[in-house]
């Protein structure tokens, strides 16, 4: 079953405690990638499968330069910016922020400092159905990342059994962006 997802949820609110001493200042989120601010990758990815209401939770010291960014959306995409104001609670609190403003019975979640392609996020909703709560996006081989720093994921038949940062067995590692029933909560 083929549902239609009009919403998203980008978590943004990250200090970037990691590369701090690299980025002299600024947000990794604003950090040009291939040219182009890092959050805008899941922003456009969300946009090329439909999405058109998108929810951003941000912290206060990048705020500005993403609403500076995301000014630069087509006109059609509603973006509200969400500001967290304990950023150091992690990325379920951002979360639990964002999910205050969906509406719909599914929306997506993206880390905003992810990058993946749109056809992602294209099998993401061709596995969604009504007996699913979460879509969850890994990958099993992955090359481009620091497997130590990765949420890492034990899937067995296509459900998974085990998730975390410190998980000894895996089999896949989180991309960053999933699919959620809104009624989970």
């Not at 979360?95 to 056809?119: A, E, Q």
């Amino acid at each position: 079953m083929n549902f239609h997802v009009t919403e998203g949820i980008i978590l943004a609110a990250g200090l970037s405690t990691r590369l701090r001493s690299y980025l002299n200042g600024n947000s990794k989120l604003t950090t040009p990638i291939l040219g182009r601010p890092l959050i805008t990758f899941p922003i456009m990815n969300f946009i090329s499968v439909g999405i058109r209401r998108i929810i951003i939770v941000a912290n206060k010291d990048n705020f500005w330069a993403i609403k500076k960014i995301i000014n630069e959306i087509p006109s059609d995409v509603n973006i509200r910016i969400v500001v967290n104001r304990k950023p150091e609670l992690g990325n379920g609190y951002s979360f639990l922020l964002g999910r205050k403003y969906v509406y719909s019975d599914f929306f997506v979640l993206s880390m905003g400092d992810h990058i993946y392609v749109p056809r992602v996020l294209r099998t993401l909703l061709n596995a969604l159905s009504n007996d699913v709560d979460i879509v969850l996006g890994a990958d099993s081989s992955p090359r481009f990342i620091e497997v130590a720093e990765a949420t890492k994921i034990l899937v067995f038949k296509d459900r998974v059994i085990g998730i975390g940062k410190k998980l000894g067995l895996f089999s896949h590692v989180d991309i960053g962006v999933m699919l959620i029933k809104k009624k989970l909560f």
